[in-house]
């Protein structure tokens, strides 16, 4: 049974920091490209972050709004993919989702994602 649960979300004030963590369990997690969305209201989910399987790197990659703000990070030992977050804005205001990368899990022919946690910046 695959599972991915994102937790750590919050409320925080402007300029804050938090740090999300995705726990996947699937068989193929420390060879997989993994990746944080978001997901704000009314708009389409974006990619935030990705980060390639340990080896020669890992190597990561940001979206410009979160570029310099925004650290992805892995540790396969626990089946665990972490963002932190700093310097935090009210655009960042989202329901943070991980899946694998470029294409999400796929269970019986539809993709697959977990619940995703809830990160609203606001004074």
């Known amino acids: 049974q695959v599972q991915i649960v994102e937790s750590g979300g919050g409320v925080v004030q402007p300029g804050g920091s938090l740090r999300l963590s995705c726990l996947h369990s699937?068989?193929?997690?420390?060879?997989?490209?993994i990746a944080w969305y978001r997901q704000a209201p009314g708009k389409q989910r974006e990619l935030v972050a990705t980060?390639?399987?340990?080896?020669?790197?890992?190597?990561?990659d940001y979206a410009a709004s979160v570029k310099g703000r925004f650290t992805i990070s892995r540790d396969n030992t626990k089946n665990t993919v972490y963002l932190q977050m700093s310097s935090l804005t009210p655009e960042d205001t989202a329901v943070y989702y991980c899946?694998?990368?470029?294409?999400?899990?796929?269970?019986?022919?539809?993709?697959?994602w977990g619940q995703g946690t809830q990160v609203t910046v606001s004074s």
């Open positions: 699937w068989s193929s997690f420390a060879i997989s490209h």
């Open positions: 980060i390639t399987p340990p080896g020669n790197g890992p190597i990561t």
């Open positions: 899946n694998r990368d470029p294409r999400p899990i796929m269970i019986n022919g539809k993709e697959y």
